[in-house]
């Protein structure tokens, strides 16, 4: 592969980050539209409902959407501002081939006919594994499908993962052990119940600002609040008791917790022994997890412990809330469990305020990850080693076991072996790897040792910007389909506009590809609805069944939750049922009346040992490193680093630290620092703050290049969920030298060049229709 073919600078001018302000026509056109068109809000997997306004084919305006249940009007600073991505400069138009003199605007059918020829003569060469694809989450769920049955069945690889692989998977994992299916417990409705809801490894007013409302409206009915984190995030302020544990540290928090609820007998001993196996297993594991021994692992008192505790353990009701601080972890999926053993010990969980639940945070964070996107998955939720798994889906898409491949590696495993040089050719859509996954270093490296890459992406993201080939997709106002939100609930996504340019759909360019690969006849689709059709049928039997959802059920209720089965009178269903209703209401509320998922109908204990995070703090490298989000920003920032009011909200990261830690380093506020970890290091400014452990800094990911979050963070991962240690790392910090502090300087002006900060005389416009020749 040819290095990337631009000066930074070139690449900025040609692609961007372009901070976009306004809508086509200025905002005088937002008052004068054609249509205004209810859909759903893209930036988090709260999915708020929102309506677009339309005019000539391109999106000038929102409005807030009152009827929508979850949020009903409500809207965060990234959903107000979503719309600025239709009709934006940067947007790729047409295909496009990497050159030594820069990328060559070509034809589809040569972009399609170099990609197929590329794939057929790697896997020619190398075998059919050494191809792999990388998708991302953000897709609706047809193309989330479509995605899993394209590489199993088109591309013939093992070697498919996405990167919700990045997000949910240990939340994920720990609901399967636990429960038998993966899932939030409750719709958020049920949060308002709760007397007390305890929120661990989550910055819910910033990364899930829409849920900050149930959990006052429980608060303003008495609820007490614990918040459990290295940062006293906005919301964890207002609790009635903060435990700022020190990052890594969240099982041994967990299980003195469970130890004092055990010890005081706050157990709910009949609903342990009526539905659930594993306890005595579980109460061993925690015997000697006193208070004490959790202070000094975790830095919380140990009588806040006990508090906490006693509060949880006492209240009539009570729900558990996290995210990826909990799950960002070699010890994910152990956390995760951790928090099931507390809601199952205390039997809150499948009632009105009980439940324990994941935050998910990509856009289809929940419906992307249940139908066949991950390397180790089928439709359904199934499992790709099940024999009876497989069979169902074989005999769904008319193959052989024979032709279905087995499980793959997962999304970190592929970089791995891309650097190795076992994987040769890389497919992605809609992920950008070299920001979002740790060790950038590493992964750049990986990328240009790719014989080849092919992208389909709407913008020139970092990861793109090493692509032989670029396919241009689809924005998601451009196509129609279905979500699910983080509360379990199926929504309808839908298309105001079509893509602009020469751009296409993403589900047509991947029919495309299969159909020049000679795999058309498992693609015969003509719109995402025929996609979504099939889907039911293949999550049917499943624990994510669909198959009793229609996109006019969706509409008519403002969503449906799954599991949504559909029924017959004669019992059980089949593939090859007749007579089958789809009348089943959903499920907003699982487990009630203590049922669970897995094949004996219980619950599973799973008992948890304490053990360190895979890096620790050190002589050489002193300081606890942790990463996260601002409300501004969403992911790698591909979208939202291109959308002005949002960068001018937060436009660079800054380095959190301690006034302690700041004293001890003479740093203040706006000073230049420089981190360093074992894998890189990153100079920005400092922001001294009271809001962090004094032996902890943080810093957002959303950024690429050299103000990547990602250049400090690990490959290690959690043998369960192959999850990366994003938010423990050992770092060092200091003050940066003028050196350094140019350097930074100019990294800064080049993040979010545009016309405002451009020499006088220098026209942009002129330059990147120069550049784009
Ligand atoms: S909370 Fe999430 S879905 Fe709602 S407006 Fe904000 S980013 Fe969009």
Known sequence: ??????????????????????????????????????????????????????KNNAIVGFEPRYDFPFNKGKLCPKGIKRYLQGSHPDRLLHPMRRTEHGYQQITWDEALSETVTKIQEIQAKYGRNSFAMLSGVSLTNEKSYLVGKFARLALQTANLDYNGRLCMVSAGAGNKKAYGIDRASNHWEDITEAKVIFIIGTNIAECFPITTDYIWRARDKGAKIIYADPRMVPMARTADLYLPLRCGSDSALLMSMLHVIIRDGLTDEAFIEAHTTGFGDVRAAVADATPKWAAEITGVPAAKIEQAARWYGEAETGMILHARGLEHQVKGVENVMSCANLALATGKIGKPGCGHSTITGQGNGQGGREHGHKCDQLPGNRDITNPEHRKYIC???????EELPGKGI????ILNEIHEGKIKGLLSICFNPLVSLPDANFNREALNKLEHYSVIDFFLSETAQHADIVLPGSLQEEDEGTTTSGEGRVIKINAPVTPPGEARRDWEILLDIAGRLGRGKY?????????????RLASRGGTADYSGITWEKIVDTQGIFWPCPQTTDEGKVTMHSEHLDDRHPGTPRLYEGGKFYHPDGKAHFNAVNWRESAEVVDDEYPIWFTTGRVVSQYLSGSQTRRIGPLVDQFPHPKLELHPRMAKQLKIKTDDWVTIQTRRGEVIIQANVVNTIRPDTVFMAYHWGGKQSANLLTQRALDPISKIPEYKVSACRVRLASPEEQAEGERTQFLSSRTEKNLPAGYNLAERRKELRR
């Open 395 to 401: 005999e769904v898409w008319g193959i052989t076991d």
């Open 523 to 535: 693609f015969q689709f003509n719109n995402t609805q025929e996609i979504f059709n099939e889907l």
């Open 1 to 54: 592969m040819v290095k990337p073919p631009f000066s930074q600078e070139e690449f900025l001018d040609t692609y961007g980050p372009t901070l976009h302000y306004a809508p086509p026509g200025g905002f005088s056109s937002v008052e004068d539209y054609d249509a205004l068109v209810d859909t759903h809000c893209c930036f988090c997997g709260q999915q708020c409902g929102i309506k677009l306004k339309v």
């Open 410 to 413: 997962t999304a970190q495993e």
